[in-house]
């Protein structure tokens, strides 16, 4: 069972970079597709980006250009780099880890990110 832990989150104007990462423990992420996924208040959760155990990866609509998922499976860690930020990025991001081929996942707790116009 893997367990992962989100930080990076913060206060940032429009227009800047955060970049949040992911830490896994309890197992080797090179077993797992992960994703990001964020919650903006009063809104759905929605998928972000995700990126395969081969490196494979995909955006939302809303983020791709702006958003870079990247994975170190030596690390155990998977990186979100956000550019570009926008007022509407403004949500709780959260790490998931689903292991190939299976259905359940592992939510982290998730990190803040506000991005103030």
């Known amino acids: 069972q893997v367990h992962v832990v989100e930080s990076g989150g913060g206060l940032v104007q429009a227009g800047r970079s955060l970049r949040l990462s992911c830490v896994a423990s309890?197992?080797?992420?090179?077993?797992?597709?992960m994703g990001w996924y964020r919650q903006a208040a009063g809104k759905q959760r929605e998928l972000v980006a995700g990126?395969?155990?081969?490196?494979?990866?995909v955006y939302s609509k809303s983020v791709k250009d702006r958003f870079t998922i990247a994975r170190n499976n030596a690390r155990n860690t998977v990186q979100l780099q956000m550019n570009s930020l926008k007022a509407e990025d403004t949500a709780v991001y959260y790490c998931?880890?689903?292991?190939?081929?299976?259905?359940?996942?592992?939510w982290g707790q998730g990190t803040q990110v506000t991005v103030s116009s």
């Open positions: 309890g197992s080797t992420l090179s077993g797992y597709a």
């Open positions: 998931v880890a689903r292991p190939i081929g299976e259905s359940h996942e592992y």
């Open positions: 990126i395969g155990s081969n490196g494979t990866a």
